[in-house]
Structure formats: C-alpha cells, structure tokens
C-alpha cells in the first residue's frame, strides 16, 4: 500500500478525531530525515526513532484507556438497570420499558465497543506499517526495530487489547442473561447484527432529497420575485390560503427539529426513549434522526411542489378576467386541500406509532389536569412545545375557517380579491374566543404544571426536615458509661445558660427586695419552697407603671429582625422556591397580556389603557428574556 499514509485517514471515526490516532506521519518523516543524514550513527538514530516511538504510543493508549473509562460508566448504568430488573416487583408496562432501556444501552454500548475496537486494530495497522517501512529503510544496517518495538507494544493497553475484550464478553453476557436465555453466542449474532446509526447507501439517498428540497425553495423564492404583487399577498397575509401553508409548513418544520433533538440526543448518548416515557413496546420503531431526516425531506419536497404549481396557476390567472379561467384556476383550491389531508393523514398513522413523538391523548389529559396529577419531564416537554406552537394552532384555526366560510373557491380569483371578502366572515366573536383560548391554554398548562411542582417541593422537603428530626434513642450500657460521656461532652462543668441566668437573676431580686423599702414587716422577704419571691400585700397594691419595663434600642432592633427573618424564611419556604415560582410568574405575566389585550377593560384607544398595556407586556417580555437566559446561559 504505497499511499497508506493517505488512504487510512479514510477509515478515521469522527467521533475520536485525527489527533487521538498514531501519528504515521511524523515517525514517516523522521525515518526520511535519518535516511538522508549519513553522518549520524545509527544507534543515535534507532534511539531517537525509538523514543519519538514510546512517545507516540504513551499518548494514544491514553487516549485509548480515556475512551475505554467513558464505555465503563455506560456499562455501570446498564449493571444497574439490570439489577432494577431482577428485583422488580412493578406491573408488566413498566417492567417491558426496563427491559427496552437495558436493550438499547448494551447494543449502543456494544456498537461503541465495536468502534473502538476498530481503531485500536487502526492504531496497531499504523504501527506495524511504520516500523516495517523503518526496517526497510534502514536495512544496510542489519539491525531491525520491529521485533523489539513490537513486544514493547504487547505491554500497553492499545497493544493486547485484552480488557477491551473482556469488555465485550461482559456485555454479551449480560445481553444472553436477559434476552436470549444465557446463550451468549445468541446474543453475540444480535449485537453485532444490530442496525448501525447509519448507512452510507441510506445517507446517499438523503443527501440527494436534501439537495431537491433545496432547489425547489430557491425556485419558490424565484417565482415570488417575478410576481412583487403576489409576493406582497403572500407574506402580508392577504390571500388566506396562506394560513393552509404556514400550518403545514411549520409543522414540517417541526419535523426537522424534532430530528436534529435526536441527533443530538443519540451523538450524546441519551436515551430519549426511556427519559421522555415513551412506550416502549414500540422501542423497535423508534427511528434514527437520519429516518426523521428522510420523512421531512419528503414532506417538504411535496410542499413546495404544491405550492409551486398554486402560486403558477394564480400567476397565468393574473391578468385574465373571471369568465376567461381555466378549468386549473377554478379547482385550484384542491391544491392545498389535498396538503391539508396529507397532513391530517400522516397525523392520524403517526397516532399508532407513540414512539414517533412525545404526544398522546394521555399526555393532553395531564398537562390540563396538571394541578392535580403528578407532572413528569414529558408532560412538561409537551407542553413548552405547546407554547411555541399557539401560532401553529391559531393557524389551523384560520384553515379550517377558509374552508368552512366558502373562501377556498376563490383561491386564484384576483378579482374577488382571493376570497378576503368572504373570508372576513371569521372575523366574529367565535373566531376571538378560540384564537384567545388556543393563545392561553398552553400558558395556563405550564403556569399550572409550575404551581405542582412548586407544592411537590414543599412536601419533599418537609419530608426530608421531618427524617433529619428524628431522634434515635441511644441505649447506654451502663451508669459509668453515662459519667463518662457527660465528662467528655463537659456537662458537669458548663452549666445551662437558662439556670445561670435565672440563679443570678434570683439573687439580684433578693438583694434589691431585701434593701428596698417596699419589703415586708422589718424588711423580710418572704420565699416560697420553690425558691420563688411571694409579693407582699404592699407591693401587690402597686399599678403597672409603678414597676417600669422599658426595653433597649438593641432589643427592638432585635425583634424586628427577627421577625423579619421568620417572614423571609417563609417567603423563601412557600413562595419563591427555584425555579418552579420564578417559571410560573413568567407564563402568569404572559398570560394577563394575551387576555387583557383580546379583551380590554376599556376603550383600547385611550392613551390610559396604552400605557398600561404596553408597560405590562414590556415588563413581561424583558422578565421572560431575563429568565429564559437565566436558566439557560
């Protein structure tokens, strides 16, 4: 392989980098450079070969056992999923979702292995490609390198390879316990047949729709600048066939998010499967962002074919008069009606497929009931897709009136204006009440979900206060014992501070009492059994403000603070628990804008009413910003 240097780069996995392998080409360098300098001896060259060598090999089998500690805590999780199994005691749904989890992380984790296994086999090919071409070089000399450098290679970790291996007979055994009745070679035929992330004939395929996607946006953008007029009715929203398409659209969109979070979910190894509950009795059909890829490119290929061939009919329909339309231009509705059932079709068989996204009716029930049921990372994760979707749904709204109001069949009438006339008919109190309602009801969700998770806060850490305070009674041996601890903690030396206080107290009264005037008969003081003063019948006469009472600065300052403390701690405590009360203040602040501006308590063109609106919404929009950076910055 004269070109070795070059063609290997070919087989490097992205995922370790060209850096983290043998570096072939210096020590190729090096062996021309020593070939060339005659006047140098060549055991000062071997040496310095043999250095540059160990060098190279110390860093790349750290790189190695660095890659290999990574796979050790994902083999950690797997141990522990599996012991949760074989103590399980739960109902047979959850039990399958464990077994589905533990099945996707050892092939995950078996795939990695493999990879690594492939560039440790990389990494030796290197070397023994450059220690044969330095024998080769220096042949005259009669003195090769490759028997002893390969024999120090068998002491590293990269060179023999053996906890690599047990690695993998680790996890295969593991995978033959639970899912193939102990038979590991079973169990070796399926982790290594297991579907990669990907294909190279599959991604080839992709490549190619990507690129006619593509070309179809930069032809629609073309067709857009031939016609300004057409252009100006698009996206001013004039022609209400637009709200057809900016629903579809955006739930293509939607598509091409939800594959680039698997993406990233499957490059970071999570298993979004298991975190976002879905079921897992469908874990088989889960699909590879490169699938979730495939499918939008197809839907936007479709969509902008369609909307290609409705904005050229209503381009030849232009400037032709109502009684000279062809037969195109009179059905050009079908166009996006037949979008539209696409998309309420593919909905409906996505419907069966749970895995396929993170929507159910049951997900629905829980973010609307969410002051009342428990709320799971899914039931939030549906429900901040909600919010960004109140556009989406206001959208389909709006379609769903341009199809009921009768303004689809002047979809490429230009002198009925596209259908606006008829289509103003949305415009009414129904119309109001949904747009506000679709506006709010994701809001409301979250504000909700936030307020549960704030009261759920609150009884874990009263949970946790109420296990702190238990007091576990310690039983002593003997009396001795008892003398012997009260001498170490210095019980018998230190008195209680309220016995001192009341001691010297007692003592300052019986002195005062004893010299006062207003002491009994020859000045006796009269001291109860249990060391108490008794009042005599003189001193019980006196009036309050005979016996004076006055407290310090320093103990007003005191109380107050105290006080103060007892309200913050309770603030702190009930009210603003992070980030569950700081969240829930920015969808209730959200929430007043959408309402008070769809319904306004007064006239919305006084300069009052502006005022207050604006500030409200200013206050609301810098707060989320705040807040959103803040959590995620």
Same mark, same amino acid.
């Given at each position: 392989m004269v070109f070795f240097g070059t063609n290997y780069e070919a087989h490097i996995n992205d995922e370790y980098g060209v850096t983290s392998y043998f570096n072939y080409e210096i020590l190729k360098i090096?062996?021309?450079?020593?070939?060339?300098?005659?006047?140098?001896?060549?055991?000062?060259?071997?040496?310095?070969?043999?250095?540059?060598?160990?060098?190279?090999?110390?860093?790349?089998?750290?790189?190695?056992?660095?890659?290999?500690?990574?796979?050790?805590?994902?083999?950690?999780?797997?141990?522990? =999923?599996?012991?949760?199994?074989?103590?399980?005691?739960?109902? &047979?749904?959850?039990?399958?979702?464990?077994?589905?989890s533990l099945k996707r992380n050892l092939t995950v984790l078996y795939r990695k292995l493999s990879d690594l296994e492939t560039y440790r086999l990389l990494n030796r090919t290197l070397i023994i490609k450059i220690l044969k071409k330095y024998d080769k070089v220096h042949k005259k000399h009669g003195d090769p390198v490759f028997e002893s450098l390969m024999s120090t290679l068998e002491f590293y970790r990269l060179g023999n390879g053996r906890k690599l291996e047990d690695f993998h007979v680790d996890v295969e055994m593991l995978y033959a316990e639970f899912f193939c009745d102990g038979l590991r070679e079973e169990a070796q035929g399926k982790l290594t047949l297991s579907k990669g992330e990907h294909r190279p004939k599959k991604m080839f395929f992709l490549a190619g729709k990507i690129g006619i996607f593509l070309t179809l946006v930069a032809w629609f953008f073309f067709d857009m600048s031939v016609s300004p007029s057409l252009t100006t009715t698009y996206f001013l929203a004039k022609d209400p066939a637009v709200?057809?398409?900016?629903?579809?659209?955006? =739930?293509?969109?939607?598509?091409?998010?939800?594959?680039?979070?698997?993406?990233?979910?499957?490059?970071?190894?999570?298993?979004?499967?298991?975190?976002?509950?879905?079921? /897992? @009795? &469908?874990?088989?059909? &889960?699909?590879?962002?490169?699938?979730?890829? +495939?499918?939008?490119?197809?839907?936007?290929?479709?969509?902008?074919?369609?909307?290609?061939?409705?904005?050229?009919? &209503?381009? +030849?329909?232009?400037?032709?008069?109502?009684?000279?339309?062809?037969?195109?231009?009179?059905?050009?509705?079908?166009?996006?009606?037949?979008?539209?059932?696409?998309?309420?079709? %593919?909905?409906?068989?996505?419907?069966?497929?749970?895995?396929?996204g993170v929507f159910s009716l049951n997900v629905f029930l829980h973010c609307f009931t969410a002051p009342f049921t428990a709320v799971t990372f899914r039931h939030t994760y549906a429900a901040d897709i909600l919010t960004s979707f109140t556009k989406v749904i206001g959208f389909a709204a709006l379609s769903g009136c341009y199809y009921t109001s009768g303004t689809y069949l002047y979809s490429a009438n230009k002198e009925r204006d596209y259908g606006s006339e008829t289509f103003e008919t949305c415009d009414n109190w129904g119309m109001h009440l949904l747009k506000t309602l679709i506006y709010v009801a994701p809001l409301y969700m979250r504000f909700m979900q936030n307020m549960r998770q704030q009261y759920d806060?609150?009884?874990?850490?009263?949970?946790?206060?109420?296990?702190?305070?238990?007091?576990?009674?310690?039983?002593?041996?003997?009396?001795?014992?008892?003398?012997?601890?009260?001498?170490?903690?210095?019980?018998?030396?230190?008195?209680?501070?309220?016995?001192?206080?009341?001691?010297?107290?007692?003592?300052? /009264?019986?002195?005062?009492?004893?010299?006062?005037?207003? #002491?009994?008969?020859?000045?006796?003081?009269?001291?109860?059994?249990?060391?108490?003063?008794?009042?005599?019948?003189?001193? +019980?006469? =006196? %009036?309050?403000?005979?016996?004076?009472?006055?407290?310090?600065?320093?103990?007003?300052?005191?109380?107050?603070? %105290?006080?103060?403390? @007892?309200?913050?701690?309770?603030?702190?405590?009930?009210?603003?628990?992070?980030?569950y009360s700081y969240n829930a203040l920015k969808y209730f602040l959200s929430i007043m804008v959408v309402v008070?501006? #769809?319904?306004?308590?007064?006239?919305?063109?006084?300069?009052?009413?502006?005022?207050?609106?604006? +500030? =409200?919404?200013?206050?609301?929009?810098?707060?989320?910003t705040y807040w959103d950076f803040r959590n995620d910055w």
């Amino acid at each position: 392989m004269v070109f070795f240097g070059t063609n290997y780069e070919a087989h490097i996995n992205d995922e370790y980098g060209v850096t983290s392998y043998f570096n072939y080409e210096i020590l190729k360098i090096l062996t021309h450079n020593q070939e060339e300098d005659e006047s140098t001896p060549y055991s000062e060259h071997k040496k310095a070969f043999a250095e540059l060598f160990e060098k190279e090999l110390s860093r790349v089998d750290d790189e190695f056992a660095d890659y290999l500690n990574k796979n050790d805590y994902l083999m950690v999780d797997c141990r522990h =999923l599996a012991n949760g199994l074989k103590v399980y005691k739960g109902n &047979k749904a959850g039990r399958k979702a464990q077994e589905a989890s533990l099945k996707r992380n050892l092939t995950v984790l078996y795939r990695k292995l493999s990879d690594l296994e492939t560039y440790r086999l990389l990494n030796r090919t290197l070397i023994i490609k450059i220690l044969k071409k330095y024998d080769k070089v220096h042949k005259k000399h009669g003195d090769p390198v490759f028997e002893s450098l390969m024999s120090t290679l068998e002491f590293y970790r990269l060179g023999n390879g053996r906890k690599l291996e047990d690695f993998h007979v680790d996890v295969e055994m593991l995978y033959a316990e639970f899912f193939c009745d102990g038979l590991r070679e079973e169990a070796q035929g399926k982790l290594t047949l297991s579907k990669g992330e990907h294909r190279p004939k599959k991604m080839f395929f992709l490549a190619g729709k990507i690129g006619i996607f593509l070309t179809l946006v930069a032809w629609f953008f073309f067709d857009m600048s031939v016609s300004p007029s057409l252009t100006t009715t698009y996206f001013l929203a004039k022609d209400p066939a637009v709200y057809v398409y900016a629903f579809v659209a955006a =739930l293509i969109v939607y598509r091409w998010i939800w594959g680039f979070n698997v993406y990233m979910w499957e490059s970071a190894g999570i298993d979004y499967i298991l975190l976002l509950d879905l079921d /897992a @009795k &469908k874990s088989n059909i &889960k699909p590879s962002y490169d699938q979730i890829f +495939s499918e939008a490119s197809n839907y936007s290929i479709l969509f902008f074919v369609n909307i290609i061939v409705f904005h050229a009919i &209503k381009l +030849s329909n232009e400037h032709l008069d109502e009684s000279e339309y062809t037969f195109a231009a009179r059905n050009a509705y079908v166009l996006p009606t037949m979008l539209l059932m696409g998309v309420v079709g %593919t909905a409906l068989n996505n419907c069966r497929h749970i895995s396929y996204g993170v929507f159910s009716l049951n997900v629905f029930l829980h973010c609307f009931t969410a002051p009342f049921t428990a709320v799971t990372f899914r039931h939030t994760y549906a429900a901040d897709i909600l919010t960004s979707f109140t556009k989406v749904i206001g959208f389909a709204a709006l379609s769903g009136c341009y199809y009921t109001s009768g303004t689809y069949l002047y979809s490429a009438n230009k002198e009925r204006d596209y259908g606006s006339e008829t289509f103003e008919t949305c415009d009414n109190w129904g119309m109001h009440l949904l747009k506000t309602l679709i506006y709010v009801a994701p809001l409301y969700m979250r504000f909700m979900q936030n307020m549960r998770q704030q009261y759920d806060s609150i009884q874990r850490r009263k949970e946790v206060a109420a296990q702190a305070l238990t007091v576990v009674p310690v039983e002593h041996d003997s009396e001795d014992d008892m003398d012997m601890e009260k001498a170490e903690s210095g019980e018998d030396e230190v008195k209680d501070d309220e016995v001192q206080e009341f001691e010297s107290s007692s003592s300052k /009264a019986l002195t005062h009492d004893t010299c006062s005037p207003r #002491a009994g008969k020859g000045g006796e003081v009269h001291i109860s059994a249990s060391g108490r003063r008794i009042m005599s019948h003189s001193e +019980s006469s =006196l %009036t309050e403000s005979d016996v004076p009472t006055p407290r310090s600065q320093d103990d007003v300052k005191g109380l107050y603070t %105290t006080h103060f403390l @007892k309200v913050k701690k309770f603030v702190f405590s009930y009210l603003l628990i992070w980030p569950y009360s700081y969240n829930a203040l920015k969808y209730f602040l959200s929430i007043m804008v959408v309402v008070f501006g #769809a319904y306004p308590p007064q006239d919305p063109d006084t300069v009052s009413y502006k005022v207050c609106y604006l +500030s =409200l919404a200013c206050i609301s929009t810098m707060y989320s910003t705040y807040w959103d950076f803040r959590n995620d910055w």
